[in-house]
């Protein structure tokens, strides 16, 4: 019984093709403003939707969100992706290998962005995370950078800025989650109608 209740709370509530599009539009941007704070406590000077006509007759914007010296002076390209582990096309990994469909994300991001990015200079790098919280490699590494920095620039503990991050990351990311839940409702008495 509890096993079919997180089936269908999970596959029907939380999969992106049947959430509101507005819904996902605001999770993503509510993870995007919070990463882009941590960018700006870190001072690396955040751009937020940057790359749109950049170059002629393009219409792409492959950075939610632009650090022009990221590393080696060279500009970065963080685009955010949220990704459901129990959709069909991942599950059956996902439920052997652990952080598998943030692995998936990360490298469609890569496929999508790695050419627009380098026709621009800058360095391509998905911040992908599981609907369920965890994140892909790449993003722990990012995320992980931007906490030495914070911590160096605010004189605390590295692990104390990690924790921040981390709880503040995952605190956006379940409320949005729940908000999207919770527009799937069309009365009160359907969201319990299990």
């Not at 019984?1 to 992106?16: E, G, P, R, V």
Request: aromatic fraction near 8%; charge should be positive; hydrophobic fraction near 40%.
């Amino acid at each position: 019984m509890a096993q079919s209740f997180y089936k269908k709370i999970c596959l029907q509530y939380l999969c992106t093709k049947q959430l509101p599009s507005k819904t996902i539009v605001t999770r993503h941007n509510q993870l995007r403003d919070c990463i882009a704070d941590f960018y700006h406590k870190a001072y690396l000077s955040p751009q937020i939707e940057k790359g749109s006509g950049i170059l002629p007759k393009d219409q792409s914007r492959p950075a939610d969100i632009l650090v022009p010296n990221w590393s080696l002076s060279r500009p970065a390209a963080f685009d955010i992706k949220v990704i459901n582990p129990l959709n069909l096309q991942f599950i059956q990994e996902a439920a052997q290998t652990c952080g598998h469909a943030a692995e998936m994300g990360e490298e469609a991001k890569h496929s999508r962005n790695d050419e627009a990015c380098a026709l621009r200079g800058w360095s391509c790098i998905p911040l992908v995370v599981e609907v369920f919280g965890g994140w892909g490699n790449e993003a722990i590494n990012v995320l992980l950078t931007i906490s030495k920095n914070v911590a160096t620039h605010l004189c605390r503990p590295l692990n104390e800025i990690i924790s921040n991050i981390y709880s503040r990351l995952s605190l956006t990311l379940m409320r949005q989650n729940a908000r999207a839940i919770l527009a799937r409702c069309v009365s009160p008495n359907t969201c319990c109608d299990f």
